[in-house]
């Protein structure tokens, strides 16, 4: 079974600053199958990154996502104040989820 | 536009039985693969259970495998997740979620390709 470890747990940034956040995956992730997800206190997870790259509808373009085989990284390229929340990556084709990052206000 | 609105959480007693529904609304429901995931207050996201657009593909977590069933009635647009057996560790918030890739699983274990809908939740507590 497919392990996705992310880092770090907790970011802390100031607004206009550069987020990088890692998930790694335990095996070869075959084809790019990963994708990245927002979830802010009280709701539900968003879709941000599908197919490791591809922006959701309605994804700002300062989301980008990247990677392949077992290491890939979520960037907010400048953070916005509505961006502070906590971000998953989950594998297609498995049942896992990272663990979370939370990016937080510096 | 699309929605997914989950019912039937509620405190339960363990070893007891509860019935999850979602109504889903604003795509065409039978021509994708549903899921229903959890989250444990305070903790991250667990993928509970999956069905194709048919219900010829079925998968459930280890957690739950036994315990729960879930089902599909696309005539009604409707999602079910029943959870007999329950734990005290089953107390989570349940979301139902859409499968964005299409009808079928990405497995035999109907695991999902990604999801990209999800409802608010209903709360499920298990506690005596």
């Known amino acids: 079974e497919i392990v996705l470890t992310q880092s770090p747990g907790t970011l802390s940034l100031s607004p206009g600053e550069r987020a990088t956040l890692s998930c790694r995956a335990s095996?070869?992730?075959?084809?790019?199958?990963l994708a990245w997800y927002q979830q802010k206190p009280g709701q539900a997870p968003r879709l941000l990154i599908y197919?490791?790259?591809s922006r959701a509808t309605g994804i700002p373009d300062r989301f980008s996502g990247s990677g392949s085989g077992t290491d890939f990284t979520l960037t907010i390229s400048r953070l916005e104040p509505e961006d502070f929340a906590v971000y998953y990556c989950q594998q297609y084709g498995s049942s896992a989820f990272g663990q979370g990052t939370k990016v937080e206000i510096k | 536009e699309v929605q997914l609105v989950e019912s039937g959480g509620g405190l339960v007693q363990p070893g007891r039985s509860l019935r999850l529904s979602c109504a889903a609304s604003g795509f065409t429901f039978d021509d994708y693969a549903m899921h229903w995931v959890r989250q444990a207050p305070g903790k991250g996201l667990e993928w509970v259970s999956g069905i194709s657009w048919n219900s010829g593909s079925i998968g459930y977590a280890d957690s739950v495998k036994g315990r729960f069933t879930i089902s599909r009635d696309n005539a009604k647009n409707s999602l079910y997740l029943q959870m007999n057996s329950l734990r005290a560790e089953d107390t989570a918030l349940y979301y139902c979620a859409k499968d964005g890739w299409g009808p079928i699983c990405s497995s035999t274990s109907c695991y999902p390709y990604y999801f990209d809908y999800w409802g608010q939740g209903t709360l499920v507590t298990v506690s005596s």
């Open positions: 197919g490791a790259s």
């Open positions: 095996q070869s992730v075959s084809s790019s199958y």
